[in-house]
C-alpha cells in the first residue's frame, strides 16, 4: 500500500463504513434482477472500478453511454488514475476534458462503437453535469425513459438529488436508478488503515476520508447547504437517524476533524487541496 494513514478507532471506522455505503446508494442491489434501460450516463470522476462498471453496464444492455464531464476542480485526479491503471496509462489525459478521456477507454478498451458514445464536454461540476446531460437527451431525441447514472461512489447520492432537482417539474421524469460501481470498504490491517480488496483504481485514504467528511453538510437542507432552503441545488435529502449518529462520531473524532491537536497531517492537507482545487471554478 503506497499510502499509509494510521488507524481509528473501532467506532470511527463503522461510522466511516456506514457513511460511505450510505452516500454509494444503489438502487439497483435492491433490485431481483438488472433491468433494460435506455441509456447509460457516467459523470466525470476518477474512481476506476466505477468508470469500469459503467462501461461494463452500457457494453451489455446494447445502449447509449452518455459521459459528462468537462474540465473541472478535480480533473487532475482522473488524469493521474489513468496514468497509475496498467491497461489505460497509455491513454493521452493532460490538458482533455474528462468525457474525452473517459470516451477513449469505453471505445478502446470496452469495445462500445462511437455510435453508441454521447459525450458532453462542458460541465466543470454535480449541477452542470445533470443540466447539460438533461439538454443534451433531448436536444439528439434521445430516449431516457429509464436511465442508470453512475458517479464517484461519495458523490452518488448528490448527483441523484442534483439530477432529481434538474427534472423536477417534469411531465414525465425519468426514471433515473443510481449505481456507484462499487462501494468502498474501509479496513485495517497490521495497524494501517487502507480498502478492502487493495483499494486499486480508488482515491488515496486521506482524500477519501476528506471527501466523506465534506459531503454530509453539502447534503443538508439548511442555509448553509445544498437543499431546497440552502442554495438550492439538489432535492431534499433525508438523513436516516443511524447517519446522523455516525456523522457525529466522524466529526467528534479528533483525528479526523479536530480536538486539541486538530486533524492527522496528511487528512488536513487532502481537505486543503479541495479548497485550493476549488478557488476560481464554480464550487459544487
Known sequence: MAEQFPPLSAATLAAANQVGAWLAQDDLATLPALPQV???????NAVIPTID????????????????GGVGHSTGYLYEAVRQDPRYRRLPVDGRPEAHVLADIAHDYWHIP???LVVEDQSTNC???????RTT???RGLAHRRGIVIQDPTMQRRTMATFARVWQGATTPPQWLSFPGCSP?????????????????????????????GELPRLQDTPEGYGPRGKNFISHVTFPPEILDAWRQLREDAQLAGGAAGPHPRLKNARLRQIRRKRGNLCY
Open 38 to 44: 435506455d441509456v447509460v450516463v457516467l459523470a466525470g
Open 53 to 68: 462498471a459503467a462501461c461494463r453496464l452500457a457494453a451489455a444492455q446494447a445502449v447509449p453511454l452518455l459521459i459528462s
Open 114 to 116: 462511437h455510435s453508441r
Open 127 to 133: 449541477g452542470e453535469n445533470a443540466r447539460f446531460t
Open 137 to 139: 437527451l433531448e436536444s
Open 185 to 213: 470498504v474501509l479496513e485495517q490491517t497490521d495497524g494501517q488503515l487502507g480498502f478492502a480488496g487493495g483499494g486499486a483504481g480508488l482515491w488515496p485514504v486521506t482524500r477519501y476520508l476528506a471527501l466523506l467528511l
